[in-house]
């Protein structure tokens, strides 16, 4: 099993930033991809970006794209999300989540869930 947390959500003005942090623990000696989806209220979740064990492949979201970049450390068992020129519409719900098995999109491939951090722009 393996447990995510993410941190770092919060209230932010129209234009500005964030950075999100996700943690694994438990069993995380695997490779996994992870992953950022949202979820705003009364919508479905959302992908948002993904990057590969390695590092090398990343994948965003057309609405995300240039403005939120993700990395990690896995020595440190972290993922960041930064996101720049936040605009009202990315109000949501941000999952940190991972899989062993599936490198992509859909929300379905991805086994371990965190609970979430809200982030909220202000226009």
């Known amino acids: 099993q393996v447990q995510l947390v993410e941190s770092g959500g919060g209230l932010v003005q129209a234009g500005g930033s964030l950075r999100l942090s996700c943690t694994a623990s438990g069993r995380t000696s695997g490779s996994y991809t992870m992953a950022w989806f949202r979820q705003a209220p009364g919508k479905a979740r959302e992908f948002v970006a993904y990057?590969?064990?390695?590092?090398?492949?990343?994948y965003y979201a057309d609405s995300v794209k240039g403005r939120f970049t993700i990395s990690r450390d896995n020595a440190k068992n972290t993922v960041t999300l930064q996101m720049n020129s936040l605009k009202p519409e990315d109000t949501a719900n941000y999952y940190c989540a991972a899989s062993q098995r599936y490198t992509g999109p859909l929300h379905y491939g991805y086994d371990y869930w965190g609970q979430g951090t809200q982030v909220t722009v202000s226009s």
């Open positions: 990057i590969s064990w390695s590092g090398r492949s990343t």
